[in-house]
């Protein structure tokens, strides 16, 4: 592994995290490999199925140098799922076409039995290997960023067995059992920090923890479920590697920002498209890194709608430790030529 | 219509909203009239449809005294849907068994002709019976909550069709063609304001704007979608029935919570179950009334963890102008046990 300062020298994207000013923002989106661009879709359709293309680290990595080729964003990030690590643990998963994620649900203690941590090493290796590739072929001046779920938005699943409009299987198993269902919570988190520390080492520059559905807790289970894995996640991170930057994702919480970022250690937030302007600037101007917030529908609507919304986030942020990037993923339809629209335009502000 | 200073001497949930600090903190529940109870349940099968029940005034007087004749709550809120606007409006509306609303969807400017103000009287007549009946057979203690859907909310169901994940149909809309989406609106507000006005003719002691998908929108579109039309509403009823208290909830979008009180000028806010209890303190420390906001999983729970967190939400706000609520609907599943338990301990605290 390279010397984190050289590496940090060469890369754009790394600048924030160090303090220093940096313009033109650099430049990522989430789900900047996927759906809309064709060379995806072929790669896609070769793999068979979701998961397989996950763990195909010849492909996998072809899917996330796509985008950079295309684009020239500033950071690459892997190629995965949020599902591979309970796929890992031992609970299968499966990408029904048109359906999203379907799992064998655990709604209670009795179940967890079907998952081990011992059970994770064959898979997280490939996604590793992933991880390796794309360190070899990428730019030298790309980031690649390594992610996972948060513990909370991954149990969600588990327990629920799929997606869901409020995550009830989970938050009522946490409050009718908080010791049992804390035990599922602290394997995935266990497990996240093998799967982030194994990206780590095979060469991601930087991490990013999704934590899609922290904005259904309350407060309370806010602080159990969400921030004290996350903080739990972050300190082995910090122990184990030093000076990778970390970037917590809660989204949906935005009135919980100031405690997520003094409480779990972060280095950066990404906010989702309702998080205020007015909050993204407070926080960066208090020093952490702030990644976000065009609304990915602009990139269907493209046009004077897409360069005014991009305007005005950039100089809210001007100055500020700021991350260019969506506050949600790409959706399938989005026209590629407006994603070259926004990074064009990004550039120009050089 | 009596005189409004001698209504809400006599109505304990009227008192937070004149500055009175008062213990217990007055009670209610959204969606206290509903499938789980069994009486509630009766009344719907015979009824047919949901909406032939909201259209029907006696059967929808009965189902909203119901909770009031079980757990002696502060208040009733008519019993309605927010989607009467658009099927008043000419969108025929469908509720099918446990699949949520549909609605033939209108998706541009075009198709906004089948919606006109002018349809509008028949049916929002009868929810006006419904509430005059009501005010007669409550008791004089008893606050009468009318409500309305905000026109954000209530529009992505007319564009969407249905419910959905993101509300990306109208969000999407709104960004390609900003002056068509806000015919829909205002044509919404209008409607809201003769819906609104014909509830407070007919007896309501106070207002509740449902904006459950509010917090979808970045800040700029939370402004004009969600800010304006509901300022618009709170102006016009104001200068038609001043005195009569309006609450907005803005679901999801905490971190504007500042902003949608001082701008919309409502006098009172309900707080949804991920809104911390920090942000409800300083809202009711400002003057504002604060609603909420206990989980609904709670009263399914029940036990000692429903019991802990009530006290924690009370002790929060305690002194302060409040209403105790959920932060979303009762779920059918709810013991009624459970709401009685609630409702008992709040008592205990007087």
Chains 1, 2 share one sequence.
């Not at 948060?150 to 908080?178: I, K, L, M, N």
């Not at 360069?307 to 990037?325: H, K």
Request: net charge neutral; hydrophobic share 40%; proline share 6%.
């Amino acid at each position: 592994m390279r010397d984190l300062e050289s590496r940090t020298a060469e890369r754009r994207f790394l600048f924030p995290f160090t303090g220093k000013a940096v313009a033109p923002a650099p430049v990522w989106l989430m789900r900047q490999a996927g759906r809309y661009l064709p060379e995806y879709r072929k790669v896609r359709a070769q793999a068979g199925s979701f998961l397989k293309l996950c763990y195909s680290p010849e492909l996998a990595a072809e899917v996330t140098l796509q985008p950079i080729r295309r684009f020239g964003f500033d950071a690459a990030i892997l190629f995965s799922d949020i599902l591979v690590v309970p796929d890992a643990l031992g609970q299968t998963v499966r990408f029904e076409e048109g359906e999203g994620p379907r799992l064998d649900p655990i709604r209670a203690l009795d179940d967890l039995g079907r998952l081990a941590l011992s059970k994770t090493g064959a898979k997280f290796s490939l996604v590793c290997e992933t991880v390796a590739r794309l360190r070899q072929d990428l730019p030298r001046e790309t980031a690649l960023i390594g992610f996972c779920g948060a513990p909370w938005t991954v149990a969600t699943y588990v327990v629920e067995g799929r997606g869901s409009a409020d995550q009830s299987a989970a938050r009522h198993w946490a409050y009718r059992d908080p010791q049992g269902f804390s035990q599922l919570v602290e394997l995935l988190t266990d497990a996240s920090i093998e799967y982030l520390s194994g990206q780590v080492r095979a060469g991601a520059d930087a991490l990013q923890i999704f934590d899609s559905w922290a904005g259904s807790l309350a407060d309370d289970q806010f602080e159990r479920w969400v921030i004290a894995p996350t903080a739990k996640i972050v300190q082995a991170m910090r122990a184990r590697h030093p000076g990778v930057p970390i970037i917590g994702f809660p989204r949906g919480a935005s009135a919980m920002l100031t405690r997520y970022i003094e409480a779990t250690g972060v280095d950066g937030v990404s906010c989702d498209t309702s998080c205020p302007l007015g909050v993204m600037q407070k926080k960066a101007r208090s020093g952490t890194v702030v990644q976000g917030n065009l609304d990915p529908l602009l990139l269907l609507t493209g046009g004077d709608a897409l360069d005014r919304r991009v305007e005005e986030i950039c100089a809210s942020m001007n100055g500020l430790p700021f991350v260019f990037n969506l506050g949600h993923g790409i959706v399938p339809d989005t026209p590629p030529e407006n994603v070259a629209r926004v990074v064009e335009r990004l550039r120009a502000k050089g």
